[in-house]
């Protein structure tokens, strides 16, 4: 079935850099309870690695979609905080996103001509005295619940042109058609140990169509696709496409990292079977 | 006091390996909240050991009945996600329970013959598309949403026998009545460095009356029982029944599993004080 | 702008050392939800080190401004769980505390003459049988729900005088007058490596007023203060007042405590600028 909302009322998400069971996290749900206490508030990642920008862009870009037309959408991954850099509010494809200026907001609205982006100013509703450390607390806090009340985003500050935002180039694979192959990179490993690369399906698909594949990582090349992990023998290494549709390594009940001695930005290499 | 509900209000708990603060559980938090959007949502646990049926199967039984009559409990321990295992709705004591057929479910309708079982097939409700690797969000968080919203566990698939589904056995002691001795296993070593057996107080009061009893573990002879951890000087070994009635072994404001460099798995003996 | 609260509906906020994702917390949820169905719960936070109280009452003294006036707050650090030990309800500047009397509750209150105390002792509030080794679901989850439904601070217990409370000096930094210099700790070191100290904004600019100064920490000495992580390079270290107004020393998108070799308890020195 297709995710239809069955309303729209407020909804905030936070994600963050902070840690699970962070205090960080905890206030900011305080701060929000205190201005709009019916507001739902959803806790959708905060274990992105500190400051990394570039997977906080992915994780939004990737779940989204997963959650009510009209959520609003706080990614605190800031490590510019403090600065002068811009507050960010974004609109798109109904949802709402507010980050830092720091490359975050150009990972999600990459592909989508009709966003709008506004540059926020609103000394008035942040906390007071205003820290140069935790803007989750004093800035990030107060503007979702504001939003969530039903203040209109074009009270919040000034438009931009998309690209006005600062950016952020998607790590990508290189499609080498000489030696037919892609060559990308791990972009994460997660809880369960699994390798996740930058090479989607749809890339896949384009440069070899039908063809079967071979993956080379750490050393060690890995024969063919699986569609899912127990298709293999308990302990095995199956390379199969994930929830998000990227390639992924893993080990079936096992850790692939520690298996294949691997780690984010090492390299993979796809290529047509031999 | 009784824990007597209040109300009857849909309740959604998660459970799973996914991790504190993974984005696996705030997605399903999302979907949950786009479909059924006034249900309550609690994180029961998601620090359970990964593909950990076992430990899965016995959290649930443990604890669901400090939740209210009518919640549906959510178990996301799912090494064989994509493959033709089933997806099984409990109902038991008045309780929900959706969880892959692997064993988790056995864990916790073993005593309850009142139990009812069914074997879901709902692909109508499923997301589109489905993947094969992320049935938290495509499956599970569906399934429990159209539970919620009232949809009668009869309409979700077809019943089975509690003798068809996946068995795990619980990890009993052994009673030895010639050594007059009960040998466990440690099952958990929690956050506090506490060592948790699979020996319930029901089972040594059973097997040694009223005598006083020894507890061998790590090459070490333990003396005695105490009631709570302070019982004993900070630093200090102590050994009592936990809050879960297993026979648990723990140092006071210390880390027993460093102490006494114990892991999950290792053996414990119980015996009559010489 | 200031904090104010938009209503007082009742929130219960959780934080103990029971660790994020634990089902401990997950179970107290559960509890409140059966006695108190539309109380909201806020996870303010797990990561309090293991039998840490001091770490404990500054978290709770620093933070609980976030949240709604009305609010009850709930503490579980609790080595002395199941002994003699008082429970404590707190009422202070508008909020409910509920913590073992172990200290935690003389750091909130410390300079509050108005705050009220009552040493809790509602049996038949407990749940039955009463564990003497969670505490958290059986006493403290339960007061807080009766305390959410309405129920009056004052049938819960006798009144005790904030003399008569567990004490715990907070760890206080030393000033030396003759060095001219102040001798401080560090009392965490938090998710992003970054050092925090027991020396306030207040105590520095009242002991140096005017002047520049440097920090001894871990064999270097670092000059001058800076006001967001951002203002130096990436990978040098920064030393400034953080959100909670404490003097931290942190490395822009590093990890101080390793660069540095500092932990916890480690000394600190501000003198200065020669």
Redesign the interface.
Same mark, same amino acid.
């Given at each position: 079935?297709? &995710?239809?909302?069955? @309303?729209r009322?407020a909804?905030i998400?936070l994600?963050s850099?902070?840690?699970?069971?962070?205090?960080f #996290? $905890?206030?900011m749900?305080?701060?929000i309870?205190?201005?709009?206490?019916v507001t739902?508030i959803?806790?959708?990642?905060?274990?992105i690695r500190?400051?990394d920008r570039r997977q906080a862009g992915r &994780?939004m870009a990737a @779940?989204y979609r997963?959650?009510?037309a009209g959520s609003i959408h706080v990614v605190v991954v800031d490590?510019? #905080? $403090?600065?002068q850099?811009r507050i960010i509010l974004l609109k798109t494809s109904g949802h709402y996103f507010l980050a830092p200026d720091n490359g975050i907001i150009s990972l999600i609205a990459t592909d989508t001509p009709k966003s709008l982006v506004w540059s926020v100013k609103r000394p008035?509703?942040?906390?007071?005295p205003l820290?140069?450390?935790?803007h989750g607390?004093?800035v990030f806090a107060?503007l979702a619940a504001h939003l969530a009340l039903g203040e209109s985003p074009e009270t919040m500050g000034r438009r931009l042109e998309p690209g006005e935002l600062a950016q952020l180039k998607p790590a990508r694979p290189l499609l080498d058609y000489e030696l037919k192959q892609i060559s990308g990179t791990v972009i994460d490993v997660d809880?369960?140990?699994n390798i996740i690369t930058n090479i989607s399906r749809e890339t896949v698909n384009n440069f070899f169509v039908d063809s079967a594949i071979t993956i080379d990582i750490g050393g060690r090349q890995l024969r063919g696709l699986a569609?899912?992990?127990?298709?293999v023998t308990?302990g095995s290494v199956v390379v199969?496409f994930?929830?998000g549709e990227l390639l992924?390594i893993a080990v079936?009940?096992g850790r692939a990292c520690d298996f294949l001695q691997i780690k984010a930005d090492d390299r993979v290499i796809v290529s047509e079977m031999g």
């Open positions: 079935m297709k &995710l239809t909302p069955a @309303n009322a909804l998400t994600s850099d902070f840690g699970p069971g962070s205090h #996290v $905890g206030v749900h305080g701060v309870s205190v201005l709009a206490p739902r959803i806790d959708l990642c905060h274990t500190p400051h &994780l @779940n997963y959650f009510p490590p510019g #905080v $403090g600065s850099r008035d509703l942040y906390l007071t820290s140069r450390t935790f607390r004093d107060p809880h369960f140990g569609s899912y992990y127990d298709e308990p199969l994930n929830s992924e079936n009940r």
